[in-house]
């Protein structure tokens, strides 16, 4: 759910409030996620059993080496040149020599799932993806009064964004956010 925070807002907020946000930022995409058939496991053992993709956590990986899983997480770079997957448990090294992408701009601190398999203690990724996406109508019949970015719109404002929605002109428009991203790094 999306929730209004308790403290008040500014451009540099403390470390408290970027980790409420990943995880905030985790949960929702996690949630989407679920919400996909190829995601989603079947509802009760009656139903008809279906192929699906199970997401696998980072600290179970260690008991299943060499297996083929999903894995969904933050891409973080802990240690310097060094890139990790993290969840809300655990982090995992990635191995990325190897890996397919999706198309996209893959950066540091950006939500990912990665197919592959753990080899001495490092998962050696064979896949990397985002997440599917969801349109905006379906993310509002799950989240009615979502504000995306704590924007306060006025009615007559969400008027005008329903008409522009219902019209098909913002069909093809998105909204980039990039963040901590270096460009005094020659490899950026």
């Known amino acids: 759910t999306f ?11 403390d470390a408290k409030a970027k980790r409420d946000m990943l995880v905030h930022r985790f949960y929702t995409i ?6 996909q058939k190829q ?5 009760n053992r009656f139903e008809k059993k279906r192929e699906y993709i199970e997401l696998t956590l ?5 008991s299943e080496s060499g297996v083929q899983k999903v894995i969904f997480g933050l891409l973080s770079c802990i240690e310097e ?24 701009l893959f950066t540091e601190n950006c939500f990912v ?13 064979s896949g990397l993806f985002f997440p599917p996406a969801e349109t905006r109508k379906q993310s509002l019949l799950m989240y009615p009064s979502m504000k995306s970015f704590g924007l306060k ?15 098909g002109d913002l069909e093809n428009h998105m909204a980039i956010v990039l963040s901590d991203l270096w460009l005094d790094k020659p490899d950026v």
Request: aromatic residues 6%; charged residues 30%; hydrophobic residues 40%.
């Open 30 to 35: 996690h949630q989407r996620l679920l919400r």
């Open 153 to 167: 719109l006025k009615s007559t404002d969400r008027v005008r964004l329903d008409n522009l929605v219902a019209d």
């Open 81 to 104: 040149g060094k890139y990790f997957l993290e969840d809300l448990d655990s982090h995992i090294a990635l191995d990325l020599s190897e890996a397919k992408t999706d198309t996209g």
């Open 3 to 13: 929730e209004n925070v308790n403290y008040s807002l500014s451009l540099h907020q």
């Open 113 to 125: 799932l990665a197919e592959g398999v753990l080899e001495d203690e490092v998962f050696k990724v």
């Open 39 to 43: 995601f989603a496991p079947p509802e």
């Open 58 to 62: 980072t600290r179970s990986l260690l």
